[in-house]
């Protein structure tokens, strides 16, 4: 964990009134996602990404970055719910009504595949120190090509600009 005080960390302290909150399921969350602030929701949704994450009992589809191998020389396959990446991106807004079905294989080439499973997993769970972490002086611009190939929203812009500022600027300057 960065030494940055949780600064990106999905803030939980507030929860829908409504008693299908203790249901605390994936569905009654987008339920709800077009009757409150996207914000709001993409915060509950973040609440709930460590238990969805990668879940492929309960993803939508299977997602395959090329270029982006497992263990075994396959294509890694991410199994994803469209809730967490339609209500964040307009790339995967576009995909997702593209797809007719669930279950479906999705395969996408993308920038820079050695970036996206720390994304996804902001997307997910909104830990932003932890996406912060990942970045690197050798992989910041890929992340940067990323964000804007999915057409992500300010927040992981602004995390990507921190990092930016903060090391990008210094080892520049430095040289």
Known sequence: MSSRNNRYFSDSDDSL????ESN???????????????TYAIRTLH??????????????????????YDNSGKLQSFYVHREYLVSQSEYFNKIFNDVGSENSLIKISIPSPD?????????????????????????????????VFF?????????????????????????
């Open 151 to 175: 057409g992500l929203g300010k927040d992981v812009m602004n995390i990507w600009m921190d990092f930016y500022n903060s090391t990008v600027d210094s080892v520049n300057s430095n040289a």
């Open 17 to 20: 009134s409504d008693s299908s």
């Open 115 to 147: 970036t996206f499973e720390p994304l996804l997993e902001y997307l997910y769970t909104g830990n932003g120190d932890k996406w912060y972490d990942s970045l690197s002086v050798d992989n910041y611009t890929g992340a940067y090509e990323n964000i």
């Open 24 to 38: 605390n399921s994936f569905d009654r969350a987008f339920t709800y996602f077009n009757s409150i602030p996207s």
């Open 47 to 68: 609440d709930m990404g460590d238990q969805y994450y990668q879940d492929r009992r309960t993803a939508y589809a299977e997602l395959q970055i090329e270029g982006l």
